[in-house]
């Protein structure tokens, strides 16, 4: 698959086979493309918590996520918890002060472009994933012991879509960009 169709057909994946399960060895695959992306410095503050065992995984989803998110992500045999080190990107990082207005929205955009490159990799190897922004952050940290010195973010659901999912209308490119 190439660049192009990689892109255009990554979608989100609300329905998974769940007999058909993601290796470690692909989570690594993809993790390995997120960590080619660029960073604030080079800074590098995106953390991933990948839950692979069949138990976790069941408790994760029905601990930490609202019904909805249960539903959609119930075949998905690996679940990513995504975090950032906050206080770095978009940090001095002699004084420890922002550099600018944007703050820790810098981790942030960090994160999103490392975990971007995550699911266009998870796409070219023809696994689906989905992210849930929705999620109880705090039973994330306590059922895995998320380091207090980390902001927990997404959980991406990843496994072998049952279904081609339809791409949702995208806003013409004039009606949010502008040429100056
Ligand atoms: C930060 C973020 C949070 C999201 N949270 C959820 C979520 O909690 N549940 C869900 O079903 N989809 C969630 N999505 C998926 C979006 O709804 C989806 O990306 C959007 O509708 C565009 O569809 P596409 O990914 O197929 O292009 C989230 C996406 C992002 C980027």
Redesign the pocket.
């Known amino acids: 698959m190439d660049f192009k169709e990689t892109l255009e057909t990554r979608?989100?994946i609300?329905s998974f086979e769940a007999d058909k399960k993601v290796s470690k060895e692909q989570l690594e695959e993809m993790l390995a493309a997120a960590g080619m992306a660029p960073s604030w410095k080079n800074s590098q503050t995106a953390r991933t918590f990948c839950v692979i065992s069949e138990e976790l995984v069941e408790k994760v989803k029905k601990e930490c996520l609202p019904e909805f998110?249960q539903r959609?992500s119930a075949g998905a045999t690996a679940l990513l918890v995504t975090a950032f080190v906050p206080g770095i990107s978009g940090f001095d990082t002699n004084t420890g002060t922002p550099v600018n207005e944007g703050g820790n929205g810098w981790g942030y955009y960090d994160l999103g472009m490392h975990d971007q490159n995550l699911l266009l990799a998870a796409r070219a190897m023809g696994l689906g994933t989905?992210?849930?922004?929705?999620r109880d952050a705090k039973k994330l940290r306590e059922l895995l012991q998320i380091p207090e010195e980390q902001e927990v973010v997404?959980v991406i659901a990843v496994g072998y879509p049952a279904a081609e999912?339809k791409?949702?209308p995208r806003k013409p490119l004039l009606e949010v960009v502008r040429f100056c």
């Open positions: 979608r989100s609300r998110n959609s989905l992210v849930m922004g929705i997404s999912a791409m949702p």
